[in-house]
């Protein structure tokens, strides 16, 4: 059983602060990583995806991926309160189809 | 381009009775995913389709639950004889290339309520 877990908070953030949202995978092999931001009531919106070990930056977030650790993780700088959401993790276990975790609520404090 | 497009945004049924969502993929996307997603839960894959082909069900999708994509166009998932299990947020997705490469557009999802 191929898993994707995340600790499902809620996680509270003050204002301007680091958010750190982390997630572990099950299989060594995986190939491509996701994170995925949810509103209430709203459906995914994917914002950033990583495929090889180290950094990615895009803005105010960077994803950090460690296939040796099976460990991925997402850092929110200068964290806003619309930043308050569900942060879902999700991994390609190397076919058409992503494997979801449960999701980090995430609440920025003003 | 507007993005998926699904309908109805939200559904309520009584239990027995059956239930047909829409999906309405990016123009050019070939490709189209159904997925479903309770409360506090992750989305969870039910199936996909390379243009009008079924490539992958999973076995979520009991034989309750079809899924057709006429043409290779639009997509739609039917359940029959609802149950009160089936309640939860019905996500379609869609993507130029091989999903897992890249990840997926989703729609705004069609919000089941079995009672």
């Known amino acids: 059983q191929k898993e994707v877990e995340q600790n499902s908070g809620p996680l509270s953030v003050p204002e301007g602060a680091i958010a750190s949202l982390n997630c572990t995978y099950s299989?060594?092999?995986?190939?491509?990583f996701f994170w995925y931001r949810q509103y209430s009531g709203k459906s995914p919106e994917l914002i950033m995806f990583?495929?090889?070990?180290g950094d990615k930056e895009d803005g105010r977030f960077t994803a950090q991926l460690n296939k040796a650790s099976q460990y991925v993780s997402l850092l929110i700088r200068d964290s806003q309160p619309s930043d308050s959401a569900t942060y879902l993790c999700a991994v390609n276990f190397g076919n058409e189809k992503l494997t979801f975790g449960t999701g980090t609520r995430l609440t920025i404090i003003p | 381009d507007t993005g998926v497009s699904q309908n109805p945004r939200h559904k309520i049924t009584k239990r027995g009775q059956n239930v047909t969502f829409r999906c309405d993929p990016i123009?050019?996307?070939?490709?189209l995913y159904w997925y479903r997603q309770t409360l506090g839960q992750g989305p969870e894959f039910l199936t996909y389709f390379q243009n009008e082909a079924q490539l992958e069900k999973s076995r979520l999708l009991s034989d309750r639950f079809s899924a057709e994509r006429p043409k290779g166009s639009f997509s739609t998932l039917e359940i029959q004889r609802t149950e009160q299990g089936d309640s939860a947020m019905y996500l379609c997705?869609?993507?130029?290339?091989?999903?897992?490469?890249?990840?997926?557009?989703f729609g705004s999802g069609t919000r089941l309520t079995v009672v």
């Open positions: 997705a869609s993507s130029l290339v091989a999903g897992g490469d890249y990840g997926y557009t």
């Open positions: 990583i495929y090889s070990n």
């Open positions: 299989d060594r092999g995986s190939q491509s």
């Open positions: 123009s050019e996307h070939n490709r």
